[in-house]
C-alpha cells in the first residue's frame, strides 16, 4: 500500500507545482484567491493519542477532500519540534494555508512569524496559542476547555442541589501538563469551590488512557473505597476504565457513584445507555466543515473574528439511549 | 615490600610474603601456578589493596592505592595477560596516558615516529597506526612491553612477559633488560622458563601457594632444588621430562584422519596440504606472524577457509563454523584465552563442560552430580588450584585458567586436538603433565596438531613437524632421531 | 597504503552513512517538488540544533561505553528553569543562562559520581535522573510558561543570511561550535583518548594507570553540559518552558549517535558520525512531512521502514568491505 | 540458612520490597488484610500481583535478552500489537461459543513470537546493535497496532475476554496462574536445560561460546522470540483487562519499566549471569511503587521525583561499595580492586 500511496502522491506533486506557483504571485500581493479555487492546505496534526483525535482528523481531512481542496497532513507524534518542521516545510512547500493543532499553547511565535513573512494564513483548530501579536494567526476554531470544567461543575451542583454534603469527589486527571487537563481542573473547581460541602478527596494523573483511569480508580477505592461519591475523570477513556475498576470492586458506578467524563465519544454513551455513566460534557472534534468553511470565507477576503467557538452540548444518562446509534467516533 | 598479606574471599593469596628489590638487579619471582605471583604484583602496584604488610619505596614506606600512582612512583608494569586496549591503535596503545603534545593538542606524527623506534628496539616492524586487534597475541605482548619500556621507571615489572614469544623475540627482549638493568633500573622478572630465569636473572624470591619460602642468588640454586623449593616436593618427573623425546617411536602405517587439500584463507594463510593420521602428533613450527594460528583456525572452521577441502576419515567436510567441526571431533584450544578462551562471568565447572555440552545440544543437559564429577576429576588431573569447581574461573590464576581451558577439550575426547600454544604460562610440574597426556593420548589413537613456541616442546613430542614462514607452509620434517633444531630453525627463517 | 587503507576500515561506518545521507536526500529531491534547495538542507540543522548538541555528549558516553537517559528530561528542566527565572523571577538572561547551564551541568556531574563511586549501572542512574528532571521540571509548574524577552526573542528569530538567500539561526552556529571543540577533545587531547580506552576495555584502562575514575566522572558532567546547553536551544527554538519538552528524546539521541556508527558497546565512534546521525533522523522526518499523506500510524510505520532501510544497507556496506578488507 | 539469605542476592531487592509495602502499611492500617469477598480473594498484596502480572511477564522476557548482552526496546509496543490484534480478531463474534478467544490467543501469540523473531534475526544474522534493532520495532509496532485498530480505541463486548486478564481461578486472579505458568516455562528451560548455560556464555563473551560450539545465533534469535511471547501475553491481560485495545498508549514507557526491573533484580546490563526470581521481585518493587503512589495520594505532579528518589535509594542499597560506606560493613574496598575482580580475567 505504500507504493500505492506513493504513485498518487507522486499525481498530486504535478498539480502541487501549478498551484505552488500560482500561489507564489498570490503572496507577493496579498491578493485573496477568488472563491471555489482549489487551495493547497497544510495541516498539522497532534497526533493520535486519542479516540477523540482520530476522529477530529478524519472529520478536517475528508473536509478539507471533499470541499475540493488539497490536503497536506502531518502528524506531529505529540511532539512540538515535529510540529514545528511540519509547519516550516509546509511552507517552503508554499501551500496556501495552514492548518495546525498545537501540541501546546506557547513555543510558535517564531515560525507563525516565518509564515506571516510568508503571505501564509494560519488557522488554529481545537487548541489556541498564547502569543501577543494576534495577527500571526486569522482564527481560532475549537473548543474552551475550561468551559467544559465549568460544565461539568455546574451539572454536579445542579445534581447534588438537593443533598446535604459532604460529597466526596475524585478527579482523574488527564496527561500532567496537557492543556485540555489544566483547564478542565481548573473550570470545574472554579465552580464547585464556592460551595464547601464538595471536597476533592482524591486527584492522580490517569494520562487520559482506559487501562490507567482502571489502575488509578482501583488504588482510589482501595483507601477510600464506599466514601466516594462522585468520580470526575478529564476525558470519556478514563472514566470507562474506572467504570470496569468500580464493578469490580463490588459498587454501582452511575449510582453508587456519580461519573461525570468529558468528549462524548460513543463508549460514554454505550456507558450512559446501560446506566453506568452519568453525564458526558461534549468536546465536539467534528469541526471540519465548519473550518474548511471558514478558510474559503478568508479566501473570499471576508474579516473572520479570532476567536469561534464550536458548537457542543452536554449528554446525560436519559438521552444516550436513543443518540447512540447517531454518534460517529 | 614486608610481611604483605593478601586474602581473597576463599583463598589466602599471599601470607607474610616478602621481596626486596636492589637498582641494577634482575630479581624473578618463581611460584607454581597460583603460587601468588601476580597477585604479588598487583599488591606492589596497588590493584589490590593490602590487608596487612607495608611497602618501603627508597626507604620510606609508600601507600600505593592505584596503577597511576604506581606510575607516579616509577613502577612500570606489563602485567600477566596483555590489557591493552585493543580497539586502540598500536601506538595509542604505547602513548596513551603520557601522549605527546604539541601547541595543547597530540602530535599524533611524532607518536607514530616514537612507536616505531621503540618497537623497532624489539626489533619489530608492524603498521603502528592499524589497530592493536589485528595482530597476534604475540605481537600484542611485545607491544605492552613496548609500551613498559617507554617510560624513564625507576622499577619495570614484567609478569610472564614471554610466555607466548618465540626465542627471537626473547632474545631481544633480554638485551634490552640487560641494557636497562646496567642503567641501574630495578627489574622482576617473571617467568615459568627455567632457562630464561637462569639467563637473565640475578636473585630469586620462591613463592609456594601463597608462602613466602625463601630468597636465592641464581648462581648459587641448582635447577633441582629450586624446582623442588617450587613444587614442594623433589621430583623425579623432571627425569622423564628430559627423557621424554625417546617416547615417540615412529608411529608405523598411520591411517589418515584429516587431510587437508590445498585449503588455503585469502590474506590469512596460503593454500596448503596437510595430513594428519590417527594418533599422530602434528607440530607447527614458525616465526611469530607466520601463520600457525591462522592455519589452525581455518582447519576449525573458526576462519571458514575459501578454497580447497578437508577430509576427515576420507569423507570430505566443510566446516562453516567451529560447531561443525566440533561435532565431528575435532577440539581447537586457542592461545588467546583470554578473548577466545575462558567466559569469565562462570564457574570452573561450567567453563569446563561448556563444550561437551554443545556437543550434547542444549537438551541433553548434563546432570549436575555428573558435571562435577567431571570437573573435580581434570582438576585433579591437571591439579588445578584452588580445587574448587565452584570458583568463577576469572579469579583463577592465569596458568590455572589455562589448564581449565585444557580440560574443557580433553572432556569432549576428540579425534583431533588442537592445542595453540596450550603451556602457555602453565609450570613445569603441569607442562610435564600435558607432555605426558599428550603422547598418552596420541597411544590411545587421539591426534593432536601442537602449536607452540618452544621449540623444545614440539621436538619432545611431536612425530612430525610443519614449518610455516609468512603464512605459507614451507616444509615438513619427520622428526626422528637425527633431526637437529638447527634443521627446523633455518626453514623457519628462511633458509638461508 | 596499507595506513590510509587501515583508517578508512576504521572510518568505514562513517562513510557510509554520509553517502547514505546523500543518497536519502537525493531521494527526498527527486521525489518532491521544493524538496532540493539549500533551504531544506539547512533547516535539518536549524530545526536539530539541539538534537546536535545533546547527540555530541552521548556520543562521549556512548563510546565510554556507557549511556545517558536524563538528556531529553535535563532538555525540559533547563528550558522550565529559564522559562520560570526570566518570566516569573525576572532575572536577567545574563544571569539565567549561566544558571540554566549549571543545572545539566551538576545533574551530570552527581550522576557520574554514583556510577564511578558507587559503580552503579550507568542505564540505572541516568533512568533515575531521567524521572528526577522530568518531576522537578513538573514541580516548578505544569503548565507551559511562554518566554517574552527581547534577548530570547532574539536568539530565537535572528536569521543568519547565507548566500543565495538561504539563512541559519544562531543555534546553529552554537551547536556547530560545541562540534568542532568536541571533535578537537575526541582526536586530540588525552581525556579524549582516555575515553576510547576507557570503552575498549576498562580493566585495562585502569591497569594501564589511566584516571579511569576522573574521566567516567567528566563525561557525564560533558553529557550534562551539553544537554542543558541542548535545553537553551531548545528553549530559544520554542521560547517556552514546558515539563514536557523532548519527551523521550534521549532515544532519538542514542538512535542518532549508534547510527552514526558508534558503537554502543563502546570503544568506536565519531563525534562527526552523531552529527550525520541526526542529520538522517532530520531527513527521514523532512521526507514523511513532503510525502503529506500519510495518516498519524503510517507515518510510524515509515519511520521504522526508513530507519530499517538505512541500517540494514549501512551494515550490508560496512561488512562487504570489512571482507574486502580481509582479503586485501 | 541465616547465612544463606544474607549472602543471596535476593536480599536486598526483597528488602526493598517489604519496606515499600510497609510504608503502605503506615498509611492504610489495613493494608495486608486479604479477605474473600464475592468468591474473589481481594486485598491489596493480591492487586498488587494482579496488576503487576504484564510488568512480571515482560520482565521475564526481558531478562534472557539483557543476559545475552542485548536489550528489547520493542516490548512496549508489542503490547500494542498483542492487544490490537486480539481485540480485532474477536470482535463481532459475542456470544460465539469459546472458539474465538483460543484463536485469538493463539494468533496474537504467534504473531509476537514472530515479532520476537524479527528482531532476533535483525541482531543475530544481520548483525545490527540490538537496541537500534528493537528499535525500529519500538517505533513501528505503534503504528501497525494504531492500523490494526483504525487509530480508534476498540471496546471488546465479547465477555470470554475478560477472563484472561480479570478473571478468577481458585479465588485468584486468573493472570496470576499466567505469570507462574511462564515464570515455570522459563525456568525449566534455562535451568533444567543447558539453555541457560548457553545464554549465560554467550552474553559473557561471544567468541569463546562461538569456538566452544555454541551457536549463538540460535540462542540469540531464541531469547528475542521468548520476549516477543512474553509481550505478547502481557498485552493480552493488559488489553482484556480493559476489554478494549489502543493502539497508541497500550504499553507506553514498559520497556523501561521491565529493564529496571531486571536490574534491580540483580541482572547486570552487561551480559551474563541473569536472576529470573530477583527479576520478579523487581518488578513486584516498581507495581507496589506505582501503586503505593497512587493510594496514599501523591500530587500528580510529583509522581516521577518519588519515583526517581526510590530507584536511586534501591540501586544504592544494592552496591557494596555504598554499603560498606554507609553501613561500615567491613572496610571500603578500594575502586581498583572492585573493577580487577569484576574485570574480564585475572592474570
Ligand atoms: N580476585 C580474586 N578472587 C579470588 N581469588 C583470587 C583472585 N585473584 C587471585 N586469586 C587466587 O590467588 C591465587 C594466586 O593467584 P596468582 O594469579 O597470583 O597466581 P600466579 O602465581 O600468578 O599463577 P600463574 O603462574 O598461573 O600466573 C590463586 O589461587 C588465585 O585463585
Ligand atoms: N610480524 C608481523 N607483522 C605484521 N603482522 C603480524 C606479524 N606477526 C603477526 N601478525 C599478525 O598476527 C596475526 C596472527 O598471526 P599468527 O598468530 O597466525 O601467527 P603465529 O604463527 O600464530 O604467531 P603467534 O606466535 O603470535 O601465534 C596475523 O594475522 C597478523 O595479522
Ligand atoms: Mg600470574
Ligand atoms: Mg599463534
Redesign the pocket.
Given at each position: 500500500s505504500t507504493d500505492e500511496s506513493g504513485s498518487n502522491s507522486d499525481a498530486e506533486n504535478n498539480e502541487t507545482e501549478e498551484t505552488s506557483d500560482e500561489n507564489a504571485e498570490q503572496s507577493e500581493s496579498e491578493t485573496t484567491g477568488e472563491a471555489g479555487e482549489k487551495l493547497v492546505i497544510g495541516f498539522s496534526q497532534v497526533g493520535a493519542e486519542s479516540e477523540w483525535r482520530t476522529a477530529n482528523t478524519k472529520s478536517i481531512q475528508n473536509a478539507i477532500k471533499d470541499a475540493g481542496h488539497e490536503l497536506k497532513f502531518s502528524d506531529a507524534q505529540q511532539k512540538q519540534e515535529n510540529q514545528i518542521k511540519a509547519i516550516r516545510s509546509f511552507i517552503t512547500q508554499k501551500v496556501d494555508a495552514i492548518v495546525f493543532s498545537p501540541v501546546v499553547e506557547t513555543g510558535f511565535e517564531t515560525v507563525l512569524q516565518e509564515a506571516k513573512d510568508a503571505g501564509i494564513p494560519v488557522f488554529l483548530a481545537d487548541r489556541a496559542v498564547d502569543v501577543e501579536d494576534d495577527s500571526l494567526w486569522v482564527t481560532f476554531l475549537g473548543s474552551d476547555f475550561v468551559e467544559e470544567g465549568r460544565k461539568a461543575g455546574r451539572w454536579l451542583v445542579e445534581e447534588m442541589s438537593d443533598q446535604e454534603g459532604p460529597v466526596n469527589i475524585v478527579e482523574l486527571q488527564g496527561t500532567v501538563g496537557s492543556a485540555p487537563a489544566i483547564d478542565r481542573k481548573e473550570g470545574f473547581e472554579e465552580i464547585i469551590s464556592g460551595k464547601d460541602k464538595f471536597e476533592i478527596i482524591k486527584s492522580q494523573t490517569g494520562d487520559f488512557t482506559r487501562a490507567k483511569g482502571k489502575e488509578v480508580m482501583e488504588a482510589f477505592l482501595k483507601s477510600e473505597g464506599e466514601n466516594i461519591d462522585v468520580l470526575y475523570s478529564h476525558n470519556d477513556d478514563m472514566a470507562i476504565g474506572a467504570i470496569q475498576a468500580i464493578e469490580e470492586y463490588g459498587l454501582k458506578p452511575g449510582e453508587d457513584i456519580k461519573i461525570i467524563g468529558v468528549d462524548a465519544v460513543k463508549g460514554a454513551f454505550e456507558a450512559m445507555a446501560a446506566g453506568k455513566m452519568n453525564v458526558t460534557i461534549e468536546c465536539n472534534p467534528l469541526f471540519g466543515p465548519q473550518l474548511v468553511d471558514l478558510i474559503e470565507r478568508h479566501f473570499e477576503g471576508e474579516e473572520l473574528d479570532k476567536r469561534i467557538a464550536v458548537e457542543e452540548s452536554m449528554y446525560t444518562m436519559d438521552q444516550a439511549e436513543e443518540l447512540l446509534p447517531t454518534r460517529e467516533y | 615490600m614486608e610481611h604483605i598479606v593478601k586474602e581473597f574471599p576463599g583463598v589466602k593469596a599471599l601470607s607474610n610474603v616478602q621481596l626486596s628489590l636492589y637498582p641494577g638487579e634482575v630479581h624473578a619471582i618463581m611460584g607454581e601456578n597460583g603460587a601468588g605471583k601476580s597477585t604479588l604484583i598487583k599488591v606492589l602496584t596497588g590493584v589490590y589493596s593490602i590487608d596487612q604488610g607495608d611497602v618501603i619505596l627508597d626507604g620510606k614506606p609508600v601507600s600505593i592505592t592505584s596503577p597511576l600512582e604506581a606510575q607516579n612512583h616509577g613502577i612500570s608494569t606489563v602485567y600477566q595477560e596483555v590489557n591493552l586496549c585493543s580497539n586502540l591503535s598500536v601506538t595509542e596503545n604505547i602513548f596513551i596516558g603520557r601522549e605527546i603534545k604539541k601547541r595543547g593538542r597530540l602530535s599524533w606524527k611524532q607518536m607514530h615516529q616514537n612507536a616505531k623506534e621503540i618497537l623497532a628496539k624489539l626489533q619489530?616492524?608492524?603498521?603502528v597506526t592499524k589497530q592493536l586487534s589485528?595482530?597476534?597475541?604475540?605481537?600484542q605482548q611485545m607491544v605492552a612491553i613496548a609500551r613498559a619500556l617507554n617510560v624513564s621507571a625507576k622499577i619495570l615489572i614484567l609478569d610472564e612477559p614471554t610466555s607466548?614469544l618465540?626465542r627471537d623475540e626473547v632474545n631481544q627482549l633480554f638485551t634490552v633488560i640487560r641494557q636497562l638493568k646496567n642503567e641501574g633500573m630495578a627489574i622482576i622478572f617473571v617467568s615459568h622458563f627455567l632457562d630464561q630465569i637462569y639467563e637473565v636473572t640475578d636473585r630469586l624470591t620462591v613463592l609456594r601457594n601463597g608462602e613466602w619460602i625463601g630468597e636465592y642468588k641464581t648462581k648459587e640454586i641448582e635447577r633441582m632444588d629450586l624446582v623442588s623449593k617450587m613444587i614442594g616436593k623433589d621430583l623425579e618427573e623432571m627425569e622423564s621430562v628430559s627423557s621424554a623425546r625417546h617416547e615417540i617411536e615412529a608411529k608405523a602405517d598411520t591411517t589418515a584422519l584429516l587431510q587437508a587439500d590445498q585449503v588455503g584463507l585469502a590474506g590469512?594463510i596460503e593454500p596448503f596440504d596437510l595430513e594428519i593420521g590417527k594418533g599422530e602428533i602434528v607440530g607447527l613450527a614458525?616465526?611469530?606472524?607466520?601463520?600457525?594460528?591462522?592455519l589452525a583456525r581455518v582447519l576449525f572452521g573458526a576462519d571458514k577457509a575459501d578454497q580447497g577441502k578437508i577430509k576427515i576419515n576420507g569423507k570430505s567436510v566443510n566446516f562453516s563454523a567451529p560447531r561443525h567441526a566440533i561435532l565431528n571431533n575435532i577440539g581447537f584450544c586457542s592461545?588467546n584465552r583470554k578473548a577466545e578462551g575462558i567466559i569469565p562471568e562462570l564457574t570452573v565447572r561450567e567453563n569446563m563442560i561448556l563444550a561437551i555440552q554443545s556437543v550434547y545440544g542444549w537438551f541433553r543437559y548434563l546432570s549436575k552430580s555428573k558435571q562435577s564429577e567431571l570437573a573435580n576429576e581434570y582438576i585433579h588431573l591437571l591439579n588445578i588450584s584452588p580445587a574448587n569447581p565452584e570458583q568463577l574461573i576469572k579469579n583463577l590464576s592465569g596458568g590455572n585458567q589455562q589448564k581449565v581451558m585444557l580440560a574443557r577439550w580433553l572432556i569432549t575426547n576428540p579425534d583431533l586436538l588442537i592445542l595453540?600454544?596450550p603451556t602457555r604460562g602453565i609450570d613445569i610440574g603441569a607442562k610435564t603433565e600435558i607432555m605426558k597426556l599428550m603422547s598418552k593420548l596420541s597411544k590411545e589413537d587421539t591426534s593432536i596438531l601442537f602449536?607452540s613456541?618452544e621449540m623444545e616442546e614440539v621436538l619432545r613430542t611431536c612425530h612430525r613437524i610443519a614449518v610455516?614462514r609468512d603464512r605459507k607452509k614451507v616444509k615438513e620434517f619427520h622428526n626422528h632421531e637425527g633431526l637437529a633444531q638447527q634443521d627446523v630453525m633455518k626453514e623457519m627463517a628462511g633458509g638461508m | 597504503m596499507i595506513n590510509r587503507l587501515s583508517l578508512d576500515y576504521k572510518q568505514l561506518p562513517l562513510i557510509a552513512t554520509i553517502s547514505l545521507f546523500v543518497l536519502m536526500f537525493s531521494f527526498g529531491s527527486v521525489r518532491y517538488t521544493g524538496f532540493f534547495s539549500a533551504q531544506v538542507f539547512l533547516n535539518l540543522f536549524i530545526d536539530n540544533a539541539f538534537l546536535i548538541v545533546i547527540a555530541v555528549g552521548m556520543t562521549f558516553v556512548i563510546i565510554s561505553g556507557g549511556i545517558d537517559l536524563s538528556v531529553g528530561s535535563v532538555i525540559a528542566l533547563t528550558s522550565m528553569v529559564a522559562a520560570s527565572l526570566t518570566m516569573s523571577a525576572q532575572w536577567s538572561p545574563f544571569i539565567v543562562i549561566p544558571i540554566s547551564l549549571l543545572i545539566g551541568t551538576v545533574l551530570g556531574l552527581v550522576q557520574g559520581s554514583l556510577i564511578h563511586f558507587y559503580n552503579l549501572q550507568p542505564f540505572i542512574v541516568t533512568l533515575a535522573g531521567m524521572f528526577l528532571a522530568r518531576g522537578l521540571s513538573y514541580v516548578i509548574s505544569v503548565e507551559t510558561i511562554a518566554i517574552d524577552h527581547p534577548f530570547f526573542s532574539y536568539m530565537a528569530s535572528t536569521r543568519i543570511p547565507l548566500p543565495g538567500d538561504t539563512f541559519i539561526s544562531i543555534s546553529v552556529i552554537i551547536a556547530l561550535i560545541i562540534v568542532a571543540i568536541a571533535v578537537f577533545i575526541g582526536h586530540s587531547t588525552k581525556f579524549g583518548r582516555t575515553v576510547y580506552a576507557i570503552g575498549g576495555s576498562e580493566q585495562s584502562a585502569m591497569l594501564m594507570g589511566l584516571p579511569v575514575g576522573k574521566t567516567k566522572v567528566l563525561i557525564y558532567t560533558f553529557s550534562g553540559f551539553c544537554a542543558s546547553l541542548a535545553g537553551l536551544i531548545f528553549t530559544f527554538y520554542m521560547l517556552s518552558g514546558y515539563g514536557l519538552h523532548a519527551n523521550g528524546m534521549e532515544l532519538d539521541t542514542i538512535a542518532a549517535v549508534v547510527i552514526g556508527g558508534t558503537l554502543l558497546t563502546g570503544g568506536a565512534g565519531y563525534v562527526a558520525g552523531s552529527v550525520v546521525g541526526v542529520l538522517i533522523l532530520g531527513v527521514i522526518q523532512t521526507i514523511i512531512v513532503f510525502e503529506g499523506t500519510l495518516s498519524s500510524w503510517w507515518t510510524k510505520i515509515a519511520i521504522g521502514v526508513l530507519l530499517l532501510l538505512f541500517i540494514v544497507l549501512q551494515r550490508v556496506i560496512v561488512l562487504r568491505s570489512e571482507k574486502k578488507q580481509g582479503n586485501q | 540458612m541465616i547465612q544463606s539469605i544474607m549472602k543471596s542476592r535476593l536480599l536486598w531487592p526483597i528488602v526493598i520490597l517489604i519496606l515499600i509495602l510497609l510504608i503502605n502499611l503506615f498509611f492504610d492500617s489495613n493494608f495486608f488484610s486479604v479477605e474473600v469477598r464475592n468468591g474473589h480473594l481481594t486485598g491489596s498484596l493480591i492487586d498488587i500481583l494482579n496488576r503487576g502480572a504484564p510488568l512480571i511477564l515482560i520482565s521475564i522476557g526481558m531478562t534472557l535478552v539483557i543476559a545475552t548482552k542485548g536489550i528489547d526496546l520493542s516490548v512496549g509496543s508489542v503490547i500494542a500489537m498483542a492487544g490490537a490484534i486480539g481485540s480485532m480478531s474477536i470482535a463481532g463474534s459475542e456470544g460465539a461459543g469459546l472458539a474465538p478467544i483460543f484463536i485469538a490467543i493463539g494468533l496474537t501469540l504467534l504473531i509476537c513470537t514472530l515479532v520476537g523473531g524479527w528482531n532476533g534475526l535483525l541482531v543475530s544474522r544481520i548483525g545490527v546493535q540490538p537496541i537500534v534493532a528493537t528499535l525500529i520495532l519500538m517505533v513501528a509496532g505503534r503504528g501497525i497496532a494504531q492500523l490494526i485498530t483504525g487509530g480508534q480505541i476498540t471496546t471488546v463486548y465479547y465477555e470470554p475476554y475478560s477472563f484472561i486478564g480479570g478473571g478468577y481461578l481458585f479465588t485468584l486472579p486468573f493472570s496470576v496462574f499466567i505469570v507462574a505458568a511462564v515464570l515455570i516455562l522459563a525456568v525449566v528451560l534455562t535451568r533444567k536445560t543447558a539453555l541457560g548455560l548457553f545464554i549465560e556464555s554467550v552474553g559473557s563473551n561471544p567468541n569463546a561460546s562461538r569456538l566452544a560450539g555454541i551457536n549463538s545465533k540460535n540462542i540469540m534469535l531464541m531469547v528475542y522470540m521468548f520476549s516477543g511471547f512474553c509481550a505478547g501475553v502481557g498485552g493480552l491481560i493488559l488489553s482484556s483487562n480493559v476489554m478494549s485495545a489502543d493502539g497508541n498508549n497500550a504499553g507506553l514507557w514498559f520497556e523501561l519499566d521491565a529493564i529496571l526491573a531486571v536490574v534491580i533484580g540483580g541482572t547486570s546490563l552487561m551480559g551474563g549471569r541473569f536472576y529470573l526470581i530477583g527479576t520478579v521481585i523487581g518488578a513486584l518493587i516498581i507495581q507496589s511503587l506505582t501503586t503505593t503512589i497512587y493510594s496514599i495520594g501523591v500530587p500528580a505532579e510529583t509522581n516521577l521525583v518519588v519515583k526517581a528518589v526510590v530507584v536511586l535509594i534501591v540501586c544504592l542499597l544494592q552496591s557494596p561499595e555504598f554499603r560498606k560506606r554507609v553501613f561500615g560493613i567491613g572496610k571500603v574496598k578500594r575502586k581498583g580492586e572492585q573493577k580487577a575482580r569484576e574485570g574480564v580475567t585475572l592474570p
Open positions: - | 619489530l616492524e608492524i603498521d589485528s595482530y597476534s597475541v604475540a605481537i607466548s618465540d590469512n614458525g616465526l611469530l606472524g607466520s601463520g600457525r594460528t591462522e592461545e595453540d600454544e602449536i613456541s610455516l | - | -
